[in-house]
């Protein structure tokens, strides 16, 4: 077992380093590459493709969370505020577009 930045260092591990067999990448992260190969990436293709999906871990749940303060009560307010949805830009774009579009 390897120490991990998270997700995305995992998929590079599992494409470039030798001796890597095994790696946990969230959903989010490995469908982020998938839209980029649609999208015409072929660098993406050339880093995902060569590692299919084997199983599942488990159902991933998204939750939309405020400050205690906030006056936002349900989803539909939150468009036009700033939100936030993780650290690495293409999960960040991913969650986005699959939670509010």
Same mark, same amino acid.
């Given at each position: 077992?390897?120490?991990?930045?998270?997700?995305?260092?995992?998929? /590079?591990?599992?494409?470039?380093?030798?001796?890597?067999?095994?790696?946990?990448?969230?959903?989010?992260?490995? /469908?982020?590459?998938? $839209?980029?190969?649609?999208?015409?990436?072929? $660098?993406?293709?050339?880093?995902? /493709?060569?590692?299919?999906?084997?199983?599942?871990? +488990? $159902?991933?749940? *998204? +939750?939309?969370?405020?400050?205690? $303060?906030?006056?936002?009560? %349900?989803?539909?307010? *939150?468009?036009?505020?700033? %939100?936030?949805?993780?650290?690495?830009?293409?999960?960040?774009?991913?969650?986005?577009?699959?939670?509010?579009?």
């Amino acid at each position: 077992m390897l120490p991990s930045k998270g997700s995305a260092e995992n998929v /590079q591990r599992m494409r470039y380093e030798p001796g890597v067999k095994f790696a946990l990448v969230q959903s989010d992260v490995y /469908q982020a590459y998938l $839209d980029m190969v649609v999208s015409g990436n072929a $660098d993406a293709g050339k880093i995902i /493709q060569p590692l299919p999906l084997i199983m599942p871990l +488990y $159902d991933e749940e *998204i +939750y939309f969370v405020v400050r205690s $303060d906030s006056p936002l009560k %349900t989803i539909n307010e *939150i468009k036009g505020k700033n %939100t936030a949805w993780g650290r690495s830009a293409a999960a960040r774009r991913n969650r986005r577009r699959r939670c509010i579009g």
